[in-house]
C-alpha cells in the first residue's frame, strides 16, 4: 500500500465524515495526518514492517496511527466501509466537485435530495440551489463550472500520472519474450496535458501471448473487450488502456496512425491521396487502377517519407503548423530537457517549501543546473508565512554569503514572487524590489474578479519597472480550476512592450502557459521562462513535464529565455 493510497484513504474518510455531519475541526488530524503522509519520504507500510511508531512524526497523532496500522494490515477501513454502506456511491463524485465541499454536499443532498451530478446540474440549471441557505447566485454558477471540471477530471488523467502507468506497463510487458518493439501512441505518446486513455502498439507474431502478459499486469481491474489482436482493459483507478499487437511490417503505419491526433492524420490522407497513395494502419500504399501496392510501413520514418513528408515530432501532430513546416523547409528544432541552463522559481523553507536554501542548491546543481533564482512568497500570501521586506533582505544576505563561499560558477540568484494585490500594485515597496536580480509577479488572491480587474492587475504588473516575469500567467489548476478570466490578448501586448518574460510553470498539474498560447508568445517574440516552481528537491524534476509542453508549443530553445547563461538574459531584462 503505497503512502498516496493511504492519504487518499484517509482524505476520502474526512470528507464522507463531513458529509455525514462530523465537526469539520475534529477531522483536522485526518486531513494534517494525509498531507504529511502523502509528503514523506519513507513508506508507512516499511515503517510498519520495521515496526516503527508513527506517532514519533510531527502530524501523526494517534488516530491516525491506528488507521493507517488497519489499512496497511486489512487493506481497508472498517469505519468507511460502514460509511459506505450508507451513502450511495455516486456522492463521491459531488465531493469532488470544486467549490462544493463536503459541508454544501450534504446540504444539496439533505435538502434537495441530490445524490448524483447529473442531479446536482439539473437543480443549478432549475436555480433551486442558490435558495438554499448560505449558496446564492454566485455560488451556484461556481457550482456549476466545477461539475464540468469534475466531469473532465473522471474522464482524464493528468500527463504525469499517465506517465507513471506507462512506465509500470512497459516494465511489465517487456518481461514477454513474444514482445518484439513496444510503443506507447495517442494523445499520451503527443505530451497532451491530460490523456483519456493510453494506447499501447506491440510488434509481435503472437498475440495470443502477448494478450495473456498483459492480463497480468498487477493493477488491472477488468477486461472490457479481448478480441484477436486487441484488448481493452479497465485498471483500479477506472482508467483504460487499449493494446494492440501488429506484424513487425505495419508497425510503424500503426504507430503513425494511433498517435493520432486524428485531425493530423485526416492532413496526412488528404497528402496521400494527392500523390495517388493511400496511408491506413497497415502502411502506404501506391495505388494503381484498382491495384496498390505495399510501399512503407516498418518504421514511422518510412512511413513519413513514402509521402515526402519528415517524421514530426508527436508532440507537434496537432494539425496547426506543422504541414506547412513540412512544405516550406525543415521542421523547428524542438527544444530538449538538455537545453535550459537555469530555474528561476522555487520556494524554500522560509515560506512554504519544504527544503531549505542550501538544500535546493545541492539538488539544483545535481540537476546540472548552472544557476537557480530562489523566489519565496512575499507577505500577502500569510498562509505560506510569505516574506515582508526585512525577512527578504535576510535571505538576500544568506544568498550573498552562499554565492561568495561557493567555488564552481554556479550562481543563486535573489528572487521574489511578489505578489500582485487585489487593488492592483505589488506587495512589497519599489526600492526592496530593486535589488532583486530577479522579480515574479503572481496572481494568488481575487481570482474570481472580473476580466477588466484581473487584466488590469497582470498588466499593471507587467508596466512595472523592477517586475521581471509572470508567473503561472493563466491561474489554472487541471482538473481542478479554470484560469481566471484574463485578456490574453492584453498580457502578450504588455509583455511585449516592456520587455517581460512570461512563465511556462511546469508542474504537471499547471502547465501554464498552455500550449495554444506558447505558440502565441512565440510567433509575437516574447521569450518564455520555463520554471519548476518546486517546493522540494524533488520538484525540480518536473522540469521534464514543462519542456513537454513546450515541445507542444513549438518552441525552440531559441524562444525560452532560460537556455540563456543568466549574464546573457540579465541584458535582455535590463537588470545590469
Ligand atoms: P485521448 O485518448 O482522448 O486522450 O486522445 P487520443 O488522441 O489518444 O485518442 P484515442 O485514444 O481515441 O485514439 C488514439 C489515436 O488513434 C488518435 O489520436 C487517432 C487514432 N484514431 C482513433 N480513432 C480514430 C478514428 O476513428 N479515425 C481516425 N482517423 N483516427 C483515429
Ligand atoms: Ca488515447
Ligand atoms: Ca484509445
Ligand atoms: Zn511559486
Same mark, same amino acid.
Given at each position: 500500500m503505497t503512502n498516496q493510497k493511504i492519504a487518499q484513504t484517509l482524505e476520502m474518510l474526512a470528507d464522507l465524515m463531513e458529509f455525514q455531519g462530523a465537526n469539520a475541526f475534529r477531522l483536522r488530524a485526518y486531513r494534517n495526518g494525509a498531507r504529511v503522509i502523502r509528503e514523506m519520504p519513507d513508506s508507512i507500510e516499511k515503517l510498519l514492517e520495521n515496526g516503527e511508531d508513527l506517532v514519533e512524526f510531527d502530524g501523526i497523532g494517534k488516530g491516525v496511527a491506528a488507521k493507517c496500522r488497519e489499512l496497511v494490515e486489512t487493506g481497508k477501513l472498517e469505519q468507511l466501509e460502514t460509511i459506505l454502506d450508507e451513502v450511495p456511491r455516486t456522492v463521491l463524485d459531488l465531493l469532488n466537485v470544486p467549490k462544493l465541499g463536503p459541508k454544501k454536499a450534504a446540504a444539496v443532498f439533505n435538502e434537495l435530495g441530490i445524490s448524483n451530478l447529473e442531479q446536482l446540474e439539473a437543480a443549478c440549471m432549475d436555480g433551486q440551489v442558490q435558495q438554499l441557505p448560505g449558496f446564492g447566485a454566485k455560488t451556484e454558477k461556481a457550482i456549476l463550472a466545477g461539475i464540468a471540471i469534475a466531469v473532465a477530471a473522471n474522464q482524464r488523467i493528468l500527463w504525469s500520472q499517465a506517465d507513471q502507468i506507462a512506465s509500470d506497463l512497459r516494465k511489465h510487458m517487456v518481461d514477454c519474450s513474444s514482445v518484439n518493439r513496444l510503443e506507447f501512441a495517442g494523445s499520451y505518446r503527443r505530451g497532451q496535458e491530460t490523456v483519456g486513455d493510453l494506447d499501447l502498439l506491440v510488434d509481435s507474431n503472437c498475440p495470443e501471448e502477448v494478450m !495473456?502478459? $498483459? &492480463? %497480468? $499486469? !498487477?493493477?488491472?481491474?477488468?477486461?472490457?473487450?479481448?478480441?484477436?489482436?486487441?484488448?481493452? @482493459?479497465?485498471?483500479?483507478? %477506472? $482508467?483504460? @488502456? !487499449?493494446?494492440? @499487437?501488429?506484424? &513487425?511490417e505495419s508497425f510503424g503505419a500503426a504507430l503513425q496512425y494511433f498517435t493520432g491526433s486524428q485531425a493530423h492524420n485526416v492532413l496526412v490522407r488528404g497528402r496521400a491521396k494527392q500523390m495517388g497513395k493511400k496511408i491506413n494502419e497497415w502502411g502506404v500504399f501506391q495505388l494503381e487502377g484498382d491495384q496498390e501496392q505495399w510501399l512503407a510501413g516498418r518504421t514511422e520514418q518510412e512511413v513519413y517519407e513514402a509521402l515526402g513528408l519528415p517524421e514530426f515530432p508527436p508532440e507537434i501532430r496537432e494539425a496547426r503548423r506543422e504541414l506547412d513546416w513540412a512544405e516550406t523547409g525543415p521542421l523547428p528544432e524542438l527544444i530538449e530537457l538538455d537545453d535550459i541552463c537555469g530555474d528561476l522559481h522555487m520556494h524554500t523553507t522560509a515560506t512554504d517549501g519544504r527544503a531549505t536554501l542550501p538544500e535546493m542548491v545541492d539538488a539544483a546543481k545535481a540537476c546540472g543546473l548552472k544557476y537557480i533564482a530562489i523566489t519565496d512568497h512575499s507577505k500577502r500570501v500569510t498562509m505560506a508565512n510569505g516574506l515582508d521586506s526585512d525577512r527578504l533582505l535576510a535571505q538576500w544576505q544568506e544568498i550573498d554569503q552562499l554565492n561568495q563561499a561557493m567555488t564552481d560558477d554556479f550562481l543563486v540568484l535573489k528572487g521574489i514572487e511578489c505578489d500582485i494585490l487585489e487593488a492592483g500594485g505589488m506587495d512589497l515597496p519599489d526600492d526592496v524590489l530593486a535589488q532583486a536580480d530577479w522579480v515574479i509577479a503572481s496572481v494568488h488572491y481575487g481570482q474570481q474578479q472580473s476580466r477588466q480587474q484581473i487584466t488590469d492587475r497582470i498588466v499593471g504588473a507587467l508596466q512595472h519597472p523592477h517586475v521581471s516575469m509572470l508567473a503561472h500567467p493563466t491561474g489554472r489548476l487541471l482538473n481542478k480550476r479554470e484560469p481566471y478570466d484574463v485578456d490574453m490578448d492584453a498580457v502578450f501586448q504588455a509583455a511585449l512592450e516592456n520587455r517581460k518574460l512570461l512563465e511556462l510553470n511546469a508542474n504537471p498539474r499547471r502547465l501554464d502557459l498552455n500550449d495554444i498560447h506558447l505558440l502565441a508568445a512565440k510567433t509575437r517574440g516574447i521569450p518564455v521562462v520555463i520554471n519548476t516552481d518546486a517546493h522540494r528537491t524533488e520538484g525540480l524534476d518536473d522540469m521534464k513535464y514543462g519542456i513537454k509542453q513546450a515541445r507542444r508549443g513549438c518552441l525552440t530553445a531559441a524562444d525560452v529565455a532560460n537556455t540563456l547563461p543568466w549574464n546573457e538574459m540579465k541584458k535582455w531584462i535590463g537588470r545590469e
Amino acid at each position: 500500500m503505497t503512502n498516496q493510497k493511504i492519504a487518499q484513504t484517509l482524505e476520502m474518510l474526512a470528507d464522507l465524515m463531513e458529509f455525514q455531519g462530523a465537526n469539520a475541526f475534529r477531522l483536522r488530524a485526518y486531513r494534517n495526518g494525509a498531507r504529511v503522509i502523502r509528503e514523506m519520504p519513507d513508506s508507512i507500510e516499511k515503517l510498519l514492517e520495521n515496526g516503527e511508531d508513527l506517532v514519533e512524526f510531527d502530524g501523526i497523532g494517534k488516530g491516525v496511527a491506528a488507521k493507517c496500522r488497519e489499512l496497511v494490515e486489512t487493506g481497508k477501513l472498517e469505519q468507511l466501509e460502514t460509511i459506505l454502506d450508507e451513502v450511495p456511491r455516486t456522492v463521491l463524485d459531488l465531493l469532488n466537485v470544486p467549490k462544493l465541499g463536503p459541508k454544501k454536499a450534504a446540504a444539496v443532498f439533505n435538502e434537495l435530495g441530490i445524490s448524483n451530478l447529473e442531479q446536482l446540474e439539473a437543480a443549478c440549471m432549475d436555480g433551486q440551489v442558490q435558495q438554499l441557505p448560505g449558496f446564492g447566485a454566485k455560488t451556484e454558477k461556481a457550482i456549476l463550472a466545477g461539475i464540468a471540471i469534475a466531469v473532465a477530471a473522471n474522464q482524464r488523467i493528468l500527463w504525469s500520472q499517465a506517465d507513471q502507468i506507462a512506465s509500470d506497463l512497459r516494465k511489465h510487458m517487456v518481461d514477454c519474450s513474444s514482445v518484439n518493439r513496444l510503443e506507447f501512441a495517442g494523445s499520451y505518446r503527443r505530451g497532451q496535458e491530460t490523456v483519456g486513455d493510453l494506447d499501447l502498439l506491440v510488434d509481435s507474431n503472437c498475440p495470443e501471448e502477448v494478450m !495473456d502478459h $498483459f &492480463a %497480468e $499486469f !498487477d493493477s488491472i481491474n477488468s477486461t472490457i473487450v479481448r478480441g484477436e489482436t486487441k484488448m481493452s @482493459v479497465r485498471l483500479e483507478n %477506472e $482508467f483504460q @488502456v !487499449d493494446l494492440r @499487437v501488429v506484424p &513487425a511490417e505495419s508497425f510503424g503505419a500503426a504507430l503513425q496512425y494511433f498517435t493520432g491526433s486524428q485531425a493530423h492524420n485526416v492532413l496526412v490522407r488528404g497528402r496521400a491521396k494527392q500523390m495517388g497513395k493511400k496511408i491506413n494502419e497497415w502502411g502506404v500504399f501506391q495505388l494503381e487502377g484498382d491495384q496498390e501496392q505495399w510501399l512503407a510501413g516498418r518504421t514511422e520514418q518510412e512511413v513519413y517519407e513514402a509521402l515526402g513528408l519528415p517524421e514530426f515530432p508527436p508532440e507537434i501532430r496537432e494539425a496547426r503548423r506543422e504541414l506547412d513546416w513540412a512544405e516550406t523547409g525543415p521542421l523547428p528544432e524542438l527544444i530538449e530537457l538538455d537545453d535550459i541552463c537555469g530555474d528561476l522559481h522555487m520556494h524554500t523553507t522560509a515560506t512554504d517549501g519544504r527544503a531549505t536554501l542550501p538544500e535546493m542548491v545541492d539538488a539544483a546543481k545535481a540537476c546540472g543546473l548552472k544557476y537557480i533564482a530562489i523566489t519565496d512568497h512575499s507577505k500577502r500570501v500569510t498562509m505560506a508565512n510569505g516574506l515582508d521586506s526585512d525577512r527578504l533582505l535576510a535571505q538576500w544576505q544568506e544568498i550573498d554569503q552562499l554565492n561568495q563561499a561557493m567555488t564552481d560558477d554556479f550562481l543563486v540568484l535573489k528572487g521574489i514572487e511578489c505578489d500582485i494585490l487585489e487593488a492592483g500594485g505589488m506587495d512589497l515597496p519599489d526600492d526592496v524590489l530593486a535589488q532583486a536580480d530577479w522579480v515574479i509577479a503572481s496572481v494568488h488572491y481575487g481570482q474570481q474578479q472580473s476580466r477588466q480587474q484581473i487584466t488590469d492587475r497582470i498588466v499593471g504588473a507587467l508596466q512595472h519597472p523592477h517586475v521581471s516575469m509572470l508567473a503561472h500567467p493563466t491561474g489554472r489548476l487541471l482538473n481542478k480550476r479554470e484560469p481566471y478570466d484574463v485578456d490574453m490578448d492584453a498580457v502578450f501586448q504588455a509583455a511585449l512592450e516592456n520587455r517581460k518574460l512570461l512563465e511556462l510553470n511546469a508542474n504537471p498539474r499547471r502547465l501554464d502557459l498552455n500550449d495554444i498560447h506558447l505558440l502565441a508568445a512565440k510567433t509575437r517574440g516574447i521569450p518564455v521562462v520555463i520554471n519548476t516552481d518546486a517546493h522540494r528537491t524533488e520538484g525540480l524534476d518536473d522540469m521534464k513535464y514543462g519542456i513537454k509542453q513546450a515541445r507542444r508549443g513549438c518552441l525552440t530553445a531559441a524562444d525560452v529565455a532560460n537556455t540563456l547563461p543568466w549574464n546573457e538574459m540579465k541584458k535582455w531584462i535590463g537588470r545590469e
